[in-house]
């Protein structure tokens, strides 16, 4: 699941509705533990997904797009070989 987790913030323009949804539905199933919840616990994982939805437009409205850049930097360290 890890693996295929997707930025949504990029330089070329915002992240879609699809796409904040299915990240946030990625997150929920990652923190809860279930592919797809009981019947118990369907309203609560729902909540859940919409709430981390909203959070994440709100945090992608708020960045500020030229604060830093999006490439990620080198190691500043190297490491040694030990004998």
Known sequence: MC???????RPEGSASDEEIAAAAL???RKVS?????SRRNTRAFEAAVRDVGRASRR???????NASSLEKSPPTG??????
Request: hydrophobic share 30%; proline share 7%.
């Open 3 to 9: 693996r295929s987790i997707k930025t949504l913030r």
């Open 26 to 28: 990625q997150y929920v």
């Open 33 to 37: 533990g279930y592919r797809a919840p």
């Open 59 to 65: 945090l992608l409205e708020a960045i500020d797009p």
């Open 78 to 83: 190297q490491f040694t070989k030990r004998s």
